[in-house]
T-cell receptor, first 114, second 111 residues
Framework: DTAVSQTPKYLVTQMGNDKSIKCEQN?????MYWYKQDSKKFLKIMFS???????INETVPNRFSPKSPDKAHLNLHINSLELGDSAVYFC?????????????FGPGTRLTVL | GQQVMQIPQYQHVQEGEDFTTYCNSS?????IQWYKQRPGGHPVFLIQ?????EVKKQKRLTFQFGEAKKNSSLHITATQTTDVGTYFC???????????FGKGTLLTVNP
């Protein structure tokens, strides 16, 4: 039983396309996140939702739009994909949104933009 | 913005040697976490340190939080091939919800 799951695991697409990545957690957590990990392994937070409400929105291009239909799901839609969007995208969840709570990461989605 | 500096970027050791990675911040940290990411895998939580001067152990792993809460270290005694991966520290400053990750230390172990 996967705690945090993401689909798809791999995504290869052309520049200019629009794509979505889905994330679901069955841990009953209130808070979910999207992280981007570039080719140098640098992990950077993109968004965070707490109970479907956006609480962190880093300086991410507005081509990226997160959506949280309920607190167990956080999807990421990317418009007009660019080469620089190629990376591994990790979804994560934590029980609370307090200062520092353990993050449970999904397996990642490796996005390749050609 | 907030930065957590982590060194070294890479470390290659022979199996049985010790390994240490360090994280430093110019400002006081509320607390710090450590994660391990195996090659091709996802980050997995190892531990959280909260108190000044705190030391925690997990088998061959020893985690320390500095007295000033500005630095932390992870030490592995007698490395094994199963220790291979990237070790990240992650921290929050003040009342920020945001977890900032260090750039990670990639550990490779020669059997």
């Amino acid at each position: 039983d996967t705690a945090v799951s993401q689909t798809p695991k791999y995504l290869v697409t052309q520049m200019g396309n629009d794509k979505s990545i889905k994330c679901e957690q069955n841990l009953g957590h209130d808070t979910m996140y999207w992280y981007k990990q570039d080719s140098k392994k640098f992990l950077k937070i993109m968004f965070s939702y707490n109970n479907k409400e956006l609480i962190i929105n880093e300086t991410v291009p507005n081509r990226f739009s997160p959506k949280s239909p309920d607190k167990a799901h956080l999807n990421l839609h990317i418009n007009s994909l660019e080469l620089g969007d190629s990376a591994v995208y990790f979804c994560a969840s934590s029980q609370k949104v307090v200062l520092l709570d353990t993050q449970y990461f999904g397996p990642g989605t490796r996005l390749t933009v050609l | 913005g907030q930065q957590v500096m982590q060194i070294p970027q890479y470390q290659h050791v022979q199996e049985g040697e010790d390994f240490t990675t360090y994280c430093n911040s110019s400002t006081t940290l509320s607390n710090i976490q450590w994660y391990k990411q195996r090659p091709g895998g996802h980050p997995v939580f190892l531990i959280q340190l909260v108190k000044s001067g705190e030391v925690k152990k997990q088998k061959r792993l020893t985690f320390q939080f500095g007295e000033a809460k500005k630095n932390s270290s992870l030490h592995i005694t007698a490395t094994q091939t199963t220790d291979v991966g990237t070790y990240f520290c992650a921290a929050v400053q003040g009342s920020n919800y945001k977890l900032t990750f260090g750039k990670g230390t990639l550990l490779t172990v020669n059997p």
